[in-house]
């Protein structure tokens, strides 16, 4: 198939319908039938990338194996599609204007007044076709951040409206979700709201191809005909994507409601084939029917936010489906972890995971949490920050380095175990700065972490950090029985530590949880929620005895 396709995903009413879930759902569908199919995302804010955007203004800041810092919507995509994304996947303005600016700096528009048009637009749609004029892709799926009619998308929707021209027949849709509220005071839902975004979008040129209603009740086939009707849309394009019980759902809803069959005829491509989602259904049967369940604490910062730790949720439903666990994530704020309340705050855990973060705020929580895990034999799982915080307690408590710290805490501490890099100290700007994307990493032989990555001898993982393990201390960390059990390959650096006289503790300066999908679980956390039901069935067998 020579002409790649584009399938443009928008947003009206309200933000947060879950664009980025349709589109991964359609993805997925579209993959399961042959077509090599990817996801973008435009963001339309003026940040250059969400690296420096506070995870409570935007959830989670999630790494490409190319280091480029995205939105957390490419994670669902990897989750979803198990293809790997990166830098050409994610755009935000912030980016766009910085690129065009540049240009008109090197000379590039030879004098030209720069304008939205033509000189933005023709930014995004270069940025647009980047990933389908690369030939690894039949279908190039562009997911719009924000909502029709917001100032800030509208380069996007022009740039759109262009290419969808410039593209011809057949070769571009686009499929609009919008919110088909239900006013429980009238007792009906309503297509009002459906009808003015779809007008929005018209005004601005662009005809939607395809209605995806997200709803809370079952549309009728009389509102379907309606909005049919009043959006100007076939009728067999009237989607209804009504909220599920687990996101692993939509596909197969969207698979029910003929979204992948009506896309592949606006494109003119073969639906000969059924999508085959023989693996993906096994993972729900698992998902939905578990044999035992496990309560995790996850210690973090930013709590308060699910989409803050989004990655690692996602990383638990995948590893609890291997295992057949529920994984109960009890999300537990390290501020208010004390001397005094520990032992309350994390009593009946299966397992503890110390979360990644930035800044000092509630580190003795979690140094307390790792050592209430060591103490207590308790499965412990420690991400980046969470592993440094382990060295850090290691060093305290162990090793007697009373004032043991890390310079990201305390910068004139005598006894920093955790160091900034040499590299990062003439830094002043934070954005794109840190040890980013994937790096090789060497595993010690006959290591825990060796087993669990099932006899490696080298891996890759991706970074997002600062600061490391300080090398000054290791021969003393060692000689007191803390084991490096992996080291970078290119800095010599510590990335995983652990302990042998401890049934199950791995810390990892790396994320894991950005490389777990639905079709390969990462073995970290596999193992980890697997050494969570040993424990638990330890302490219930301990009880009963």
């Not at 003119?268 to 939905?288: G, V």
């Not at 496990?294 to 973090?300: K, P, S, Y």
């Not at 994390?346 to 949490?369: M, N, S, T, Y």
């Not at 910068?411 to 175990?417: F, G, L, N, S, Y």
């Amino acid at each position: 198939m020579s002409q790649t396709k584009y399938i443009f995903v928008t947003g009206g009413v309200t933000s947060s319908l879950g664009k980025g879930i349709i589109a991964a759902s359609l993805a997925k569908l579209l993959q399961a039938r042959g077509y090599r199919t990817t996801i973008q995302k435009l963001d339309p804010y003026i940040n250059v990338d969400p690296g420096t955007l506070n995870p409570y203004e935007h959830g989670e800041c999630y790494v490409t194996d190319d280091g480029a810092e995205t939105d957390l919507d490419l994670g669902h995509y990897e989750r979803f599609l198990n293809v790997r994304t990166s830098q050409a996947n994610n755009v935000t303005t912030g980016r766009i204007y910085q690129s065009v600016i540049e240009k008109e700096r090197r000379g590039e528009f030879l004098g030209k007044t720069v304008q939205v048009v033509p000189h933005i637009t023709n930014e995004i749609k270069e940025r647009v076709q980047l990933l389908g004029n690369s030939g690894d892709y039949d279908i190039v799926i562009t997911e719009i951040g924000g909502t029709v009619g917001d100032i800030e998308s509208l380069p996007y929707i022009e740039a759109v409206r262009q290419l969808l021209w410039e593209l011809g027949d057949n070769n571009g849709i686009v499929i609009h979700l919008t919110l088909v509220p239900y006013l429980s005071a009238a007792g009906e839902l309503k297509t009002k709201p459906t009808q003015h975004s779809v007008k929005t979008l018209m005004e601005s040129g662009i005809k939607a191809d395809i209605l995806v209603c997200r709803t809370e009740h079952e549309i009728s086939d009389d509102i379907k005909d309606k909005l049919a009707l009043f959006c100007n849309v076939k009728r067999e394009a009237v989607i209804q994507s009504i909220d599920a019980s687990t996101i692993y759902d939509v596909p197969v809803l969207m698979q029910e409601e003929g979204l992948d069959t009506v896309t592949l005829k606006k494109l003119a491509l073969s639906d000969n084939s059924e999508p085959d989602l023989t693996q993906w259904n096994e993972f729900l049967k698992r998902h939905k029917n578990p044999k035992n369940e496990v309560t995790i604490g996850l210690i973090g910062k930013y709590v308060e936010l699910q989409d803050s730790y989004k990655s690692i949720l996602e990383a638990f439903i995948h590893a609890g489906a291997a295992n057949e666990v529920k994984v109960k994530v009890k999300s537990i704020h390290s501020e208010f972890i004390t001397e005094q309340n520990f032992e309350n705050k994390l009593i009946g855990l299966d397992g503890i995971l110390v979360a990644p973060g930035f800044g000092e705020r509630g580190i003795e929580g979690k140094i307390k949490a790792v050592q209430h895990a060591r103490e207590k034999a308790i499965p412990f799982l420690g991400i980046c920050l969470g592993m440094q915080m382990a060295v850090i307690e290691y060093a305290r408590n162990v090793l007697g380095i009373k004032n043991a710290n890390s310079t990201e805490m305390d910068e004139h501490t005598a006894t920093p175990v955790i160091s900034l890099m040499e590299e990062q100290k003439t830094i002043t700007n934070m954005g794109g700065t840190m040890r980013l994307g994937a790096w090789d990493c060497k595993l010690k032989e006959g290591s825990l972490v060796q087993k669990v990555y099932e006899g490696e001898t080298e891996i890759s993982e991706r970074h997002r950090h600062r600061y490391e393990f300080n090398n000054q201390y290791k021969s003393q960390l060692e000689k007191s029985g803390l084991i490096t059990s992996g080291i970078n390959s290119a800095t010599d650096l510590v990335e995983i530590v652990e302990l042998g006289n401890h049934p199950w503790f791995i810390g990892v300066q790396y994320h894991p949880e950005y490389k777990s999908t639905v079709a390969n679980p990462h073995p970290l956390f596999v193992g980890f929620v697997k050494a969570a039901l040993a424990h638990k069935k330890a302490q219930t067998n301990a009880s009963m005895a």
